[in-house]
């Protein structure tokens, strides 16, 4: 079946940089775009960036953009978010997903499109 697992969260000071991986296993990773989202206490699960099959088209949610970027090494089956100049609002659960379609970026900022989700990492940043 198909597993998740994130790993690289902890905690950080503002400005600081951390760098989440995803391991992905029991699925052919290089077909499938792959998501970071995060959902802070009391918040909504939000969309932080994707990036599709071949790993050459990204995109970003307006609040990243310019600090994050995801990257992926399809031979080893992993997809990595760097973070740098990280602030307190970044602090959350964060969660790689993969998309639910083969080959396909269709509403790649809704959470509904991924069927297959991480058990989550925890970023902290402190001020």
């Known amino acids: 079946q198909v597993q998740l697992v994130e790993s690289g969260g902890g905690l950080v000071q503002a400005g600081g940089s951390l760098r989440l991986s995803c391991a992905a296993s029991?699925?052919?990773?290089?077909?499938?775009?792959m998501g970071w989202f995060r959902q802070a206490p009391g918040k909504e699960r939000e969309f932080v960036a994707t990036?599709?099959?071949?790993?050459?088209?990204?995109y970003y949610a307006d609040s990243v953009k310019g600090r994050f970027t995801i990257s992926r090494d399809n031979a080893k089956n992993t997809v990595y978010l760097q973070m740098n100049n990280l602030k307190p609002e970044d602090t959350a659960v964060y969660y790689c997903?993969?998309?639910?379609?083969?080959?396909?970026?269709?509403?790649?900022?809704?959470?509904?499109?991924?069927?297959?989700w991480g058990q989550g990492t925890q970023v902290t940043v402190s001020s």
């Open positions: 997903a993969r998309s639910s379609s083969y080959r396909n970026m269709r509403d790649y900022y809704y959470a509904g499109q991924y069927n297959y």
């Open positions: 029991g699925m052919t990773f290089s077909s499938y775009t």
């Open positions: 990036i599709n099959w071949s790993g050459a088209t990204s």
